[in-house]
T-cell receptor, first 110, second 114 residues
Framework: ELKVEQNPLFLSMQEGKNYTIYCNYS?????LYWYRQDPGKSLESLFV?????AVKQEGRLMASLDTKARLSTLHITAAVHDLSATYFC??????????FGTGTRLTIIP | DAGITQSPRHKVTETGTPVTLRCHQT?????MYWYRQDPGHGLRLIHY???????DKGEVSDGYSVSRSKTEDFLLTLESATSSQTSVYFC?????????????FGPGTRLTVT
Protein backbone atom coordinates (compact mmCIF):
# COMPACT_ATOMS: atom_id res chain seq x y z
CA GLU A 1 0.00 0.00 0.00
CA LEU A 2 1.36 3.38 -1.01
CA LYS A 3 1.83 5.80 1.88
CA VAL A 4 2.59 9.48 1.41
CA GLU A 5 3.91 11.57 4.27
CA GLN A 6 4.19 15.32 4.27
CA ASN A 7 5.99 17.40 6.79
CA PRO A 8 5.57 19.65 8.47
CA LEU A 9 1.80 19.51 8.88
CA PHE A 10 1.68 23.13 10.04
CA LEU A 11 4.12 25.88 9.20
CA SER A 12 4.15 29.51 10.28
CA MET A 13 6.66 31.62 8.45
CA GLN A 14 7.62 35.23 8.53
CA GLU A 15 7.40 37.16 5.32
CA GLY A 16 10.66 37.20 3.45
CA LYS A 17 11.94 33.89 4.83
CA ASN A 18 12.66 30.67 2.95
CA TYR A 19 11.35 27.25 3.82
CA THR A 20 10.85 23.75 2.41
CA ILE A 21 7.95 21.32 2.58
CA TYR A 22 8.85 17.64 2.27
CA CYS A 23 6.89 14.81 0.70
CA ASN A 24 8.06 11.23 1.22
CA TYR A 25 6.39 8.19 -0.28
CA SER A 26 6.73 4.51 0.31
CA UNK A 27 6.71 2.73 -3.07
CA UNK A 28 8.13 3.30 -6.50
CA UNK A 29 6.60 6.08 -8.56
CA UNK A 30 8.13 8.43 -11.07
CA UNK A 31 5.39 11.05 -11.10
CA LEU A 32 4.16 13.45 -8.47
CA TYR A 33 1.88 16.48 -8.36
CA TRP A 34 1.70 19.48 -6.05
CA TYR A 35 -1.56 21.31 -5.33
CA ARG A 36 -2.60 24.38 -3.44
CA GLN A 37 -5.92 24.71 -1.60
CA ASP A 38 -7.36 27.90 -0.12
CA PRO A 39 -9.94 27.59 2.67
CA GLY A 40 -13.30 26.44 1.37
CA LYS A 41 -11.99 26.11 -2.18
CA SER A 42 -11.00 23.36 -4.55
CA LEU A 43 -7.48 22.22 -5.37
CA GLU A 44 -5.36 24.21 -7.77
CA SER A 45 -2.63 22.43 -9.69
CA LEU A 46 0.82 23.91 -9.05
CA PHE A 47 3.37 21.48 -10.47
CA VAL A 48 3.46 18.24 -12.41
CA UNK A 49 6.76 16.36 -11.91
CA UNK A 50 7.09 13.57 -14.45
CA UNK A 51 10.54 12.08 -13.97
CA UNK A 52 13.48 11.68 -11.65
CA UNK A 53 15.37 14.94 -11.24
CA ALA A 54 12.45 17.05 -12.46
CA VAL A 55 12.53 20.61 -11.20
CA LYS A 56 9.79 23.15 -11.83
CA GLN A 57 9.60 26.78 -10.71
CA GLU A 58 6.78 29.28 -10.67
CA GLY A 59 7.32 32.60 -8.96
CA ARG A 60 8.47 32.01 -5.38
CA LEU A 61 7.74 28.27 -5.48
CA MET A 62 10.05 25.55 -6.72
CA ALA A 63 9.34 21.82 -6.71
CA SER A 64 11.70 18.92 -7.28
CA LEU A 65 11.46 15.15 -7.45
CA ASP A 66 14.02 12.50 -6.47
CA THR A 67 12.46 9.15 -7.34
CA LYS A 68 15.40 7.16 -5.97
CA ALA A 69 14.97 8.72 -2.54
CA ARG A 70 11.15 8.73 -2.99
CA LEU A 71 11.18 12.38 -2.00
CA SER A 72 9.74 15.57 -3.39
CA THR A 73 10.30 19.05 -2.01
CA LEU A 74 8.39 22.30 -2.39
CA HIS A 75 10.65 25.24 -1.66
CA ILE A 76 9.29 28.66 -0.85
CA THR A 77 11.57 31.63 -1.41
CA ALA A 78 11.04 34.99 0.28
CA ALA A 79 7.53 34.17 1.41
CA VAL A 80 4.71 36.65 0.93
CA HIS A 81 1.29 36.69 2.56
CA ASP A 82 -0.61 35.48 -0.50
CA LEU A 83 1.21 32.15 -0.33
CA SER A 84 -0.75 31.29 2.81
CA ALA A 85 -2.71 28.13 1.95
CA THR A 86 -2.65 24.37 2.38
CA TYR A 87 -0.27 22.52 0.08
CA PHE A 88 -0.68 18.89 -0.92
CA CYS A 89 1.58 16.49 -2.71
CA UNK A 90 0.02 13.57 -4.57
CA UNK A 91 1.86 10.51 -5.86
CA UNK A 92 0.71 8.91 -9.10
CA UNK A 93 0.27 5.14 -9.21
CA UNK A 94 -1.49 2.60 -11.35
CA UNK A 95 -3.37 4.21 -14.21
CA UNK A 96 -3.41 7.86 -13.14
CA UNK A 97 -4.65 7.25 -9.61
CA UNK A 98 -3.43 9.59 -6.87
CA UNK A 99 -2.54 9.06 -3.25
CA PHE A 100 -2.34 12.35 -1.35
CA GLY A 101 -0.28 13.50 1.56
CA THR A 102 -2.18 14.93 4.50
CA GLY A 103 -1.27 18.47 3.54
CA THR A 104 0.84 21.29 4.97
CA ARG A 105 -1.03 24.31 6.26
CA LEU A 106 1.19 27.30 5.61
CA THR A 107 0.63 30.64 7.33
CA ILE A 108 2.76 33.62 6.37
CA ILE A 109 3.09 36.17 9.16
CA PRO A 110 3.82 39.81 8.31
CA ASP B 1 -11.37 24.71 -14.20
CA ALA B 2 -11.23 22.09 -17.01
CA GLY B 3 -14.99 22.41 -17.47
CA ILE B 4 -15.93 20.43 -14.35
CA THR B 5 -19.11 21.12 -12.42
CA GLN B 6 -20.54 19.32 -9.42
CA SER B 7 -24.08 19.25 -8.11
CA PRO B 8 -25.35 19.86 -5.60
CA ARG B 9 -22.69 22.07 -4.05
CA HIS B 10 -24.12 21.66 -0.57
CA LYS B 11 -26.45 19.03 0.84
CA VAL B 12 -27.76 18.09 4.24
CA THR B 13 -29.40 14.70 4.52
CA GLU B 14 -30.53 12.29 7.19
CA THR B 15 -28.91 9.00 8.12
CA GLY B 16 -30.25 6.14 6.05
CA THR B 17 -31.34 8.16 3.03
CA PRO B 18 -29.87 7.61 -0.43
CA VAL B 19 -27.84 10.45 -1.92
CA THR B 20 -26.47 10.94 -5.44
CA LEU B 21 -23.79 13.43 -6.31
CA ARG B 22 -23.19 14.40 -9.90
CA CYS B 23 -19.99 15.34 -11.68
CA HIS B 24 -20.27 16.81 -15.17
CA GLN B 25 -17.44 17.63 -17.55
CA THR B 26 -17.59 19.28 -20.94
CA UNK B 27 -14.24 18.35 -22.47
CA UNK B 28 -14.66 14.66 -23.25
CA UNK B 29 -12.05 13.37 -20.80
CA UNK B 30 -11.93 9.60 -20.39
CA UNK B 31 -10.60 9.43 -16.86
CA MET B 32 -12.76 10.62 -13.98
CA TYR B 33 -12.42 10.24 -10.22
CA TRP B 34 -14.28 10.76 -6.96
CA TYR B 35 -12.37 11.73 -3.81
CA ARG B 36 -13.42 12.65 -0.32
CA GLN B 37 -11.59 15.15 1.86
CA ASP B 38 -11.57 14.93 5.64
CA PRO B 39 -9.41 16.76 8.18
CA GLY B 40 -6.18 14.89 8.84
CA HIS B 41 -6.57 12.60 5.81
CA GLY B 42 -5.94 14.75 2.79
CA LEU B 43 -7.95 13.47 -0.16
CA ARG B 44 -8.76 9.79 -0.56
CA LEU B 45 -9.88 8.03 -3.71
CA ILE B 46 -13.38 6.52 -3.58
CA HIS B 47 -13.98 5.29 -7.14
CA TYR B 48 -12.64 5.99 -10.58
CA UNK B 49 -13.63 5.51 -14.20
CA UNK B 50 -11.62 5.00 -17.36
CA UNK B 51 -14.59 5.36 -19.68
CA UNK B 52 -18.27 4.69 -20.14
CA UNK B 53 -19.33 1.70 -18.02
CA UNK B 54 -15.69 1.18 -16.95
CA UNK B 55 -15.40 1.87 -13.21
CA ASP B 56 -13.42 0.50 -10.31
CA LYS B 57 -12.97 0.88 -6.58
CA GLY B 58 -10.51 3.14 -4.85
CA GLU B 59 -9.16 2.95 -1.31
CA VAL B 60 -12.34 4.01 0.54
CA SER B 61 -15.15 2.58 -1.59
CA ASP B 62 -17.26 0.88 1.09
CA GLY B 63 -20.75 2.40 1.20
CA TYR B 64 -20.39 4.05 -2.20
CA SER B 65 -21.29 3.09 -5.74
CA VAL B 66 -20.74 4.87 -9.04
CA SER B 67 -22.11 4.91 -12.53
CA ARG B 68 -20.94 6.31 -15.82
CA SER B 69 -23.41 5.89 -18.64
CA LYS B 70 -22.15 8.92 -20.59
CA THR B 71 -18.64 10.27 -20.99
CA GLU B 72 -19.57 13.61 -19.48
CA ASP B 73 -21.28 12.40 -16.29
CA PHE B 74 -19.90 10.45 -13.35
CA LEU B 75 -22.38 9.80 -10.54
CA LEU B 76 -21.52 8.91 -6.95
CA THR B 77 -24.25 7.27 -4.88
CA LEU B 78 -24.42 6.72 -1.16
CA GLU B 79 -27.00 3.95 -0.92
CA SER B 80 -27.78 4.62 2.74
CA ALA B 81 -25.94 7.64 4.09
CA THR B 82 -24.16 7.43 7.43
CA SER B 83 -22.66 10.16 9.60
CA SER B 84 -19.16 8.90 8.73
CA GLN B 85 -19.84 9.96 5.15
CA THR B 86 -20.09 13.61 6.15
CA SER B 87 -17.30 15.07 4.08
CA VAL B 88 -16.35 17.25 1.16
CA TYR B 89 -16.48 15.34 -2.11
CA PHE B 90 -14.36 16.28 -5.08
CA CYS B 91 -14.63 15.05 -8.61
CA UNK B 92 -11.55 15.13 -10.84
CA UNK B 93 -10.54 14.46 -14.43
CA UNK B 94 -7.18 13.57 -15.93
CA UNK B 95 -6.13 15.65 -18.88
CA UNK B 96 -3.34 14.48 -21.14
CA UNK B 97 -0.28 16.68 -21.47
CA UNK B 98 3.19 16.19 -22.96
CA UNK B 99 4.80 13.25 -21.19
CA UNK B 100 1.88 12.35 -18.96
CA UNK B 101 -1.32 13.63 -17.44
CA UNK B 102 -2.51 16.38 -15.11
CA UNK B 103 -5.45 16.00 -12.78
CA UNK B 104 -7.95 18.81 -12.31
CA PHE B 105 -10.57 19.08 -9.62
CA GLY B 106 -14.15 20.26 -9.55
CA PRO B 107 -15.45 22.81 -7.04
CA GLY B 108 -16.54 20.19 -4.49
CA THR B 109 -19.77 19.14 -2.75
CA ARG B 110 -20.12 19.60 0.98
CA LEU B 111 -22.29 16.79 2.34
CA THR B 112 -23.57 16.67 5.88
CA VAL B 113 -25.32 13.55 7.16
CA THR B 114 -27.31 14.17 10.35
Amino acid sequence: ELKVEQNPLFLSMQEGKNYTIYCNYSTTSDRLYWYRQDPGKSLESLFVLLSNGAVKQEGRLMASLDTKARLSTLHITAAVHDLSATYFCAVVWGNEKLTFGTGTRLTIIP
Amino acid sequence: DAGITQSPRHKVTETGTPVTLRCHQTENHRYMYWYRQDPGHGLRLIHYSYGVKDTDKGEVSDGYSVSRSKTEDFLLTLESATSSQTSVYFCAISSRLAGGYEQYFGPGTRLTVT
